[in-house]
C-alpha cells in the first residue's frame, strides 16, 4: 500500500482521533517509524480535501502534545 493510501485509512480507523506527523509516522512505522517528512508531504496534500480531512492546530490523541494535527472527517 502507498503512504497516503496508508495514511487515510489509519485515519479513517481511528476517527474522531487526530494525530501529529511525528506519531503518524511511528504508528505506521513509515522509514522504520522515524520518517516524519513522509507524513508531512502526505498530510499537507491532505489538508487539499477539506472534505476528507481536517488538518488543525491542537492535542495529538497520541503524544498528547499540541501541535498540527490531522483527523479524518
Ligand atoms: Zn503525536
Redesign the pocket.
Known sequence: MRVPEQIAKFLRGKKPNR??D??IAKELALGSGRNRHMANNTTLAFEQCPKEFLRLQGI?D????D?Q?IRAV
Open positions: 494525530y501529529c511525528d506519531c495529538c497520541d503524544c498528547r502534545e501541535k494535527v
